[in-house]
C-alpha cells in the first residue's frame, strides 16, 4: 500500500496567518491527492481534489499544489471557522490511504 | 439533495461482529462506489475499502482482509460494511462515503458515522 505522511502533525495560528500544511507520498501518486477538512464531532468535508481542484463552495483562500509525491495545502489567510483536522488522499490506486491528520488550532 | 444516512451506534463484545447500514439517496445509487473509513477517538482517517454497487465488486485494505464484507441492497440504496471478529481497537466511528470522479476520485458525501464500541 502507498503510505502517506504529513507535516506538522499540529500547528497553532492566529487568525490572518498564512499556514501550510505538507504531504508525502510513498510513491508517485500523478495528482491523485485530496485534501479534507475534520471539525470535531463531524465528518470529512473534501476541499480539494486532484491536488489542485477546488470543490464547490470552498473559499479561495484555500489552495493546493505539488505532483509526484510531494503535495502542500495552503490557507492564505486563516479564519476563525478554518480550525480544524486537515489530512490528506491518495487515489492513485484502487487502494486508498490517508495521512495521518494535521490539528490546526488556536 | 445527496444524502448518506447511517445506522445508529453499536456496542458489541469482543469476538462478535457488526454490521453498519448506509443508506442513499439523492442520486442514482449504482452510479457510485461507496468507500467505508474509520476513525478511533483522536486518531486519523483509516480507509477500510470500497464497493461497487452496480456488480457488488469490492477492495478491502489488508488489514481487514478476512475480516469486512461490504455488500449492498440495490432495491433499497442502502450499502452495508459488516466486520467480524471484533476487538477492543476496532472501537471507532464508522464512516461511508460516496466516491466522486472529477479526473480523480474522492469522498464527495458522507453518511453522519456511527460509533461502534467494542467492551467486555
Known amino acids: 500500500d502507498i503510505q502517506m505522511t504529513q507535516s506538522p502533525s499540529s500547528l497553532s495560528a492566529s487568525v490572518g496567518d498564512r499556514v501550510t500544511i505538507t504531504c508525502r507520498a510513498s510513491?508517485?501518486?500523478?495528482?491523485?491527492l485530496n485534501w479534507y477538512q475534520q471539525k470535531p464531532g463531524k465528518a470529512p468535508k473534501v476541499l480539494i481534489y486532484a491536488t489542485s481542484t477546488l470543490q464547490t463552495g470552498v473559499p479561495s483562500r484555500f489552495s493546493g499544489s505539488g505532483s509526484g509525491t510531494d503535495f502542500t495545502l495552503t490557507i492564505s489567510s486563516l479564519q476563525p471557522e478554518d480550525f480544524a483536522t486537515y489530512s490528506c488522499?491518495?487515489?492513485?490506486?484502487?487502494?486508498?490511504?490517508f495521512g495521518p491528520g494535521t490539528r490546526v488550532d488556536i | 439533495q445527496v444524502q448518506l444516512v447511517q445506522s445508529g451506534a453499536e456496542v458489541r463484545k469482543p469476538g462478535a461482529s457488526v454490521k453498519v447500514s448506509c443508506k442513499t439517496s439523492g442520486y442514482t445509487f449504482k452510479s457510485y462506489d461507496i468507500n467505508w473509513v474509520r476513525q478511533a477517538t483522536g486518531q486519523g482517517l483509516e480507509w477500510m475499502g470500497w464497493?461497487?454497487?452496480?456488480?457488488?465488486?469490492?477492495g478491502y485494505a489488508q488489514k481487514f482482509q478476512g475480516r469486512v464484507t461490504m455488500t449492498r441492497d440495490t432495491s433499497t440504496s442502502t450499502a452495508y460494511m459488516e466486520l467480524s471478529s471484533l476487538r477492543p481497537e476496532d472501537t471507532a466511528v464508522y464512516y461511508c462515503?460516496?466516491?466522486?470522479?472529477?479526473?480523480?476520485?474522492?469522498?464527495?458525501?458522507w453518511g453522519q458515522g456511527t460509533l461502534v464500541t467494542v467492551s467486555s
Open positions: 510513491q508517485n501518486i500523478g495528482r491523485y
Open positions: 488522499q491518495q487515489t492513485y490506486t484502487s487502494l486508498y490511504t
Open positions: 464497493m461497487n454497487p452496480n456488480g457488488g465488486n469490492t
Open positions: 462515503a460516496r466516491v466522486g470522479y472529477d479526473s480523480v476520485w474522492f469522498d464527495d458525501f
